[in-house]
């Protein structure tokens, strides 16, 4: 198993108040679960980019046919899984992906870039797992300019040419391979009523929470609706009486779960509705449920609760949760109170755009209250002894202990700045970096780019200034990293992240070595 890693980082109590007099508090130190550096295993995708990193939300099943924990935070090349008896003893296992994208090119599959991110995992091994899926009309795998006009940018957030819907998958060996449910698109679960349009702006249904139980038998979540083509942003809820069927999925209209998905390249004569998100108080983009247990100490406590982050929170280093007193879940997934930001004290650590993302709350001692509750296998319940928040950062995957109060704790210290950039150089050293060529030592040249001085290693390997952002390229043919800084006089630090042209990991410092 991995020896969990301290980051610099401590943080004594981090607090946010909430109705009742409830706080979450964090304590002790950042721990490393998965290092991308050291940690990532060999694999590549189809468009040669680095296919092992985490990209999503963490989630963690226990598989009772191996009685081994798997944990995952998937990503869209192929999923490799943390595995171990408890989620405090998970290795990163490269043996096999547990899950991989169809990657079929067309977008009325449904089936295109895909992310493993809700698993119902049942204790004879079968299981069904949600996909978000993302058509990505900038890839360079289509011709350029046949789907999006800004062909093979990165970053593709920035810019759309992006449609996502949610389909469904299953296993029947406890997790340790997934495959769609049916031939796509007939594994479509949430899409919009619209084919995709060339340069459309991204939209569409997609980072879908854990399912619980709700009292009916049904089962009962949330997909994040991302806000553009006429559907609002925000949380959809839904329900379904049977896991295995993609077709038996209905979303919430406000009133009842009667909202009939189906794709708008089917035969079928009328369009979806759209889905009405729930009310703005209990927004996040990656949601995540939770049941809670009785706490010794802590009178009426609320039944359920739901984490995660809005993309201004994980800008920020923030999280958000808000509670339900509800008691089943059928009633609470409508129904929560106002939320209340916590400050996860981790702004030094940034990811590639500044943002710590895709938290959630994990209980190590879940698994064993299933069989009392008949619940705890894919890690749903939280108490109070061994609950962890998990964040993405920089494409590792990092936790830290969380708990329930009823004191407020003094508020964290503020984070220490990382260090500026020199005000002149004469050489950088590049390390780190997971094109071993792009490392080394870059003097400082006779030529200018953006008023700001060249570096170079070689003619292919040079460090230069373009529209306000540094790079380290190859110019005229390709950049392999670029700064999360813009604007910066001389080349910042750290904060780096790879480009198509790169890979994995991203350098580790970009020193000046002679002043």
């Not at 992310?115 to 011709?143: C, D, I, K, R």
Request: charge should be negative.
């Amino acid at each position: 198993a991995i020896t969990m890693t301290h980051h610099c980082v401590s943080v004594a109590v981090l607090v946010a108040v909430v109705s009742g007099n409830l706080y979450l508090q964090m304590e002790g130190e950042w721990e490393t679960v998965y290092n991308i550096t050291t940690s990532q295993c060999n694999a590549t995708t189809i468009e040669n980019k680095t296919a092992d990193m985490t990209d999503s939300m963490p989630i963690a099943w226990f598989n009772r046919l191996d009685n081994q924990t798997y944990m995952i935070a998937a990503a869209s090349g192929a999923t490799f899984p943390n595995v171990g008896p408890s989620l405090n003893e998970v290795s990163h296992r490269c043996d096999h992906s547990i899950f991989n994208s169809t990657m079929n090119l067309d977008p009325a599959s449904y089936a295109n870039w895909q992310w493993l991110q809700s698993v119902h995992m049942f204790a004879n091994g079968t299981g069904y797992g949600l996909v978000h899926n993302e058509f990505h009309g900038f890839s360079t795998l289509y011709p350029a300019g046949k789907y999006c006009t800004s062909y093979g940018k990165t970053g593709h957030d920035d810019f759309g040419c992006n449609l996502w819907s949610t389909g469904l998958a299953y296993t029947t060996d406890g997790g340790q391979n997934f495959e769609m449910v049916a031939e796509p698109p007939a594994h479509l679960v949430a899409a919009l009523p619209y084919r995709y349009t060339k340069d459309q702006p991204i939209a569409g249904y997609g980072a879908i929470s854990t399912m619980l139980q709700g009292a009916d038998g049904a089962y009962y979540g949330l997909i994040n609706i991302n806000s553009e083509l006429g559907q609002a942003g925000g949380l959809c809820a839904f329900r379904t009486s049977n896991l295995a069927d993609p077709t038996a999925y209905r979303g919430w209209n406000g009133t009842a779960f009667d909202i009939n998905w189906h794709s708008p390249y089917s035969n079928t004569s009328s369009l979806s509705q759209l889905c009405p998100p729930l009310p703005s108080s209990q927004g996040n983009s990656h949601p995540c449920p939770r049941r809670l247990l009785d706490i010794q100490g802590i009178p009426h406590m609320p039944t359920y609760m739901l984490f995660g982050q809005t993309a201004e929170d994980s800008a920020v280093g923030l999280a958000r949760y808000s509670f339900s007193n509800e008691d089943s879940f059928d009633k609470a997934v409508v129904s929560w109170n106002n939320y209340t930001q916590l400050d996860l004290g981790y702004t030094r650590y940034m990811h590639y755009r500044g943002r710590v993302l895709y938290a959630v709350i994990l209980d190590n001692e879940s698994p064993k209250h299933t069989a009392d509750l008949g619940l705890g296998d894919n890690y749903e319940l939280v108490g109070n002894n061994s609950a962890y928040i998990y964040i993405n950062d920089l494409r590792s995957l990092l936790r830290i202990r969380v708990s329930f109060s009823t004191q407020a704790p003094a508020p964290p210290p503020a984070p220490t700045p990382p260090p500026p950039p020199p005000r002149s150089c004469q050489a950088f050293q590049v390390m780190g970096a997971g094109v071993e060529a792009v490392n080394g030592i870059y003097n400082r040249t006779q030529r200018v780019a953006d008023s700001k001085p060249v570096f170079e290693k070689d003619p292919s390997h040079q460090l230069y200034s373009m529209s306000g952002q540094w790079r380290l390229g190859y110019p005229d043919v390709g950049v392999y990293y670029l700064p999360l800084k813009l604007n910066s006089t001389m080349p910042p630090y750290e904060y780096w992240r790879y480009t198509a042209f790169g890979a994995a990991p991203n350098p580790t410092g970009v020193v000046c070595i002679a002043s």
